[in-house]
């Protein structure tokens, strides 16, 4: 049972321009949520989080958003840039007892120079 | 300086020989993870260890047991190889919680023939 999901698999954009990176989440128990990046052949690399008392957390070019009555987070990208290809995985964990990161399959973002 | 090291990189093997992963954390992490990165790019934990205890054990096959020495090493070995376990298998760690994210290794890629 998959807990965390990102339904569009891969995700095309012109170097300037916004990327938009959606996650969606079934568990209600889970406060706190991350999105990674991953390059071929390497490990992912945490890039930013948010936790559920926020609605938005920003980090330079990267806007975290979550609508928690919707169970549903996006990751902005502005202005893109081609070294900003790489899959994507959003995640989530439930602070409280086990901590264990819920993963989703990932996006892989193509941003065209 | 590599914070979270996995060795090897690339692992192939025959069907029904043992294996083993070695994963080490250069970072003070009190916390160490697997992951596996299957076919459909899914990353699901198997296993958490937190100062040399295990936490998390997921529905895994007892073919698979981690083993950490002491809290900056948790490798993994794996009986009895069957073609399911080709996949990706990510080690990673974390402080506490990891609320401020894991830091994963870069991979070993098992193929079993």
């Known amino acids: 049972d998959q807990q965390v999901k990102q339904n569009s698999p891969s995700l095309s954009v012109q170097e300037g321009r916004i990327s938009i990176l959606n996650c969606d989440y079934t568990?209600?128990?889970?406060?706190?949520f991350l999105w990674y990046k991953k390059y071929p052949a390497e490990g992912p690399t945490f890039l930013i989080s948010?936790?559920?008392?926020?609605d938005k957390n920003e980090d330079g070019r990267f806007t975290v958003f979550l609508n928690k009555s919707a169970k549903h987070l996006s990751l902005h990208i502005v202005p893109s840039q081609p070294g900003d290809s790489a899959v994507y995985f959003c995640a989530a964990s439930a602070r409280t007892g086990a901590n264990n990161l819920f993963f989703g399959t990932g996006t892989r973002l193509t941003v065209i120079p | 300086d590599t914070a979270v090291s996995q060795t090897p990189k690339y692992l192939v093997t025959q069907m029904g020989n043992d294996k083993s992963i070695k994963c080490e954390q250069n970072l003070g992490h009190d916390t160490m993870y697997w992951y596996k990165q299957d076919s459909k790019k899914f990353l699901k934990i198997m296993f958490s260890y937190n100062n040399k205890e295990l936490i998390i054990n997921e529905t895994v096959p007892n073919r698979f047991s981690p083993k950490s020495p002491d809290k900056a090493h948790l490798n993994l070995h794996i009986n009895s190889l069957e073609l399911g376990d080709s996949a990706v298998y990510f080690c990673a760690s974390s402080q506490g919680s990891g609320n401020y994210g894991y830091t994963f290794g870069s991979g070993t890629r098992l193929t079993v023939v």
């Open positions: 948010i936790s559920s008392i926020k």
């Open positions: 568990n209600s128990m889970f406060d706190y």
